[in-house]
């Protein structure tokens, strides 16, 4: 196998100087071309993770322990004309709300012009026309005259497709994809996810790929992580966690989906109780008082990541319990 | 539409906007001095005059037609460009106007450019840098120059720069009095204490607009994702002043358009021949016609103003509505 694209080790990231723990100890591998998905509730430190791969979050507020390697190169040991130069050309973000992620005073033809011209010297022309590519293949209809629309001239699915075809404009080897389906309709939702998967192939892109639907998880990621309260409780490939999890937090998840035809007053499934508060964890295993299955060790030490099987793994004790707990689902397709 | 259209379109319906607020503003200065108590004679009058001859002049400047004659009058000359005559010089009115608007204009434009100048600057400092040293002393500035008494600080700085160190003089236009301007040192240095002193006003309100702006604007997703496609400091820089921008010009229009008015205050500090100065005048000598005269002027150029901050805020942020 070549190098990973992205190596993470012993991610720490903490804020207010340092009371509440958002990322505690993440360890995660993208290879080349592969697509993972992030997956967890609000709080979880899914989508902290993801903007400590540019250093997106705010220096002054923010302390990071561990280390981070992208392409080769440390992240963390970046200086900032460094790392302005990384971000956009190797790793580019696309945001949840485009609406919000982009510069609503200029037109959405400029600010992909001007990424280009940040990151090559080609003249304004050259920069158009390759924004105008850009355009037709995310498959924007009249591209030449969305390219001088604003960015609230423009539907939301519009607006999304604009945002990726901005974070492409640099030709970057990695992109950063946070909860890039959450602000729209579902049906522009599978649009999306299926232009993002077709990209990644065409391109040979590597993604990762943060939501809080494991449906959209399936739908683009080759491998799943899940966190909770800012650790990964369980990782595998995309048909390991749909078909047999083996985390009482993934079952959880899968069980308070609304799948397929919800028998009218059937009740959903929910997760007892609520995420705890990172600024006060738990010292065992933090899933622990929410855990159907938690036993006394789970609350006395910190549960070690468990190998189910050579694609999966989970941070848990009770990995053979769960099994039993795992929902009876039909394959998704 | 193309944007050519809809933008001629736009100005268009902005200036129909304006005639009702126009003939508004008219109505008032009318009322307004016939409102407020006082013979409008008793300046020109000797205090022994006849009855008879005091008939005689209110015929003559018409105060003896009915309010709504006298108005329809008063107008129609307006409009025509007949502010009619100054009962205490007997020159007509429009020419004092204009003269004091000129005078009133340029201290009040370098007023504003300094005030503005240093304000946003200020206030870019302190929003980028919020909490720190530079915002707390920006901030107290900005604090200082929209509370200090501008009469106050205008008679400081000509004890100071004047009366001590000699170095402006304290009063006045220029060599030649009120009558002749231009562009040289021995005009422009009767400007600079009037002018500073003014531009205290507008640099408090610009800072502090300016401040929570930048504040505000830094705070947005959209700055993060700026840095995510690799802009610099310099670079995002660029996109917070185009954001700005369309803000921070309205309030500096307003802020002129309040100093072309309400510089009484000032120009009467530094004897500056501007309408300040005129309305003063022509208060205490129940002067009418030019008293009418001014503040309709006064409130056309605010007017004005209004109308083409409107286009300009129009023109530079794409989210108004053009259609």
């Known amino acids: 196998m070549t190098t990973p694209i992205v190596s993470i080790r012993n991610l720490k990231v903490a804020f207010a100087g340092g009371a509440v723990r958002a990322v505690d100890g993440v360890d995660l591998d993208l290879g080349r071309g592969e697509a993972v998905a992030l997956i967890g509730e609000s709080g979880s430190g899914k989508s902290v993770t993801l903007r400590s791969l540019m250093r997106l979050n705010p220096e002054r507020r923010t302390r990071v322990e561990g280390s981070i390697t992208v392409d080769g190169r440390d992240v963390l040991a970046m200086s900032a004309r460094e790392l302005a130069d990384f971000r956009g050309a190797v790793v580019s973000m696309i945001f949840q709300e485009p609406l919000l992620a982009l510069d609503p005073v200029y037109t959405v033809g400029q600010q992909i012009v001007e990424a280009i011209r940040r990151h090559e010297r080609v003249s304004r022309a050259a920069a158009r026309e390759r924004a105008l590519d850009l355009f037709r293949r995310v498959r924007i209809p009249s591209p030449e005259r969305r390219l001088d629309a604003y960015p609230h001239e423009l539907s939301g699915g519009m607006r999304q497709r604009a945002m990726i075809a901005l974070a492409l404009a640099c030709r970057p080897k990695l992109l950063l994809a946070d909860e890039p389906t959450t602000a729209l309709d579902a049906t522009v939702q599978i649009q999306i996810l299926l232009l993002l998967r077709e990209l990644q192939r065409d391109l040979g892109l590597s993604i990762i790929f943060v939501t809080h639907d494991i449906g959209a998880a399936v739908e683009v990621a080759d491998r799943i992580l899940v966190m909770y309260a800012g650790r990964i409780v369980e990782e595998g490939t995309a048909r390991d966690l749909i078909r047999a999890p083996r985390h009482p937090y993934t079952i959880g998840l899968l069980k308070s989906r609304a799948h397929g035809a919800l028998a009218k007053g059937a009740r959903l499934e929910a997760i007892p109780g609520a995420p705890p508060d990172l600024a006060n964890l738990p010292p065992g295993c933090s899933f622990a008082p929410r855990c159907p299955l938690a036993i006394e060790p789970c609350r006395a030490d910190r549960p070690p990541l468990v190998a189910v099987k050579e694609s999966q793994r989970a941070r848990c004790i009770r990995t053979e319990a769960a099994a039993t707990l795992a929902p009876q689902l039909e394959p998704t397709g | ?323």
């Open chain 2, 1 to 323: 539409m193309s944007a050519n259209a809809s933008m001629l379109s736009i100005l268009a319906r902005r200036i129909t906007y304006t005639i009702p607020i126009l003939l508004g503003v008219a109505i008032v200065c009318f009322a307004l001095v016939h409102i407020a108590p006082g013979d409008p004679l008793v300046s020109v009058l000797p205090p022994d005059a006849s009855a008879d001859l005091q008939k005689m002049l209110l015929a003559v400047y018409g105060f003896d037609r009915p309010y709504i004659e006298q108005f329809g009058r008063w107008l129609w000359r307006a409009v025509n460009g007949d502010l009619g005559t100054s009962i205490a010089t007997g020159r007509p009115v429009a020419a004092e106007v204009f003269k004091a608007v000129g005078n009133t204009l340029r201290l009040a434009v370098l007023a504003t450019a300094i005030g503005f100048f240093f304000g946003a600057l200020f206030g870019f400092v302190a929003g980028y840098y919020r909490d720190s040293f530079v915002d707390k002393l920006a901030s107290a500035l900005s604090v200082f120059g929209v509370s200090v008494p501008h009469y106050w600080l205008g008679m400081v700085l000509v004890i100071i720069f004047a009366a001590e160190l000699g170095w402006l003089p304290p009063t006045g236009a220029g060599p030649g009095g009120s009558t002749d301007w231009a562009w040289d040192w021995a005009h422009l240095r009767h400007m600079i204490l009037p002018a500073v002193t003014m531009s205290v006003i507008p640099m408090g309100i610009v800072a502090r607009t300016v401040r929570a702006l930048v504040a505000e604007i830094l705070a947005q997703e959209f700055v993060v994702g700026l840095r995510a496609k690799g802009l610099t400091d310099r670079g995002i820089f660029r996109h917070v002043v185009k954001n700005a921008a369309p803000t921070a010009l309205a309030v500096m229009g307003l802020q002129l358009g309040y100093l072309l008015g309400g510089s009484i205050l000032i120009e009467t500090v530094f004897s500056w021949p501007g309408t300040g100065f005129l309305l003063n005048a022509a208060i205490f000598q129940r002067d009418l016609p030019l008293l009418q005269g001014t503040i309709l002027v006064l409130a056309l150029f605010f007017v004005l103003l209004n109308l083409i901050v409107d286009i300009l805020q129009t023109a530079l942020d794409p989210r108004i509505e053009r259609g």
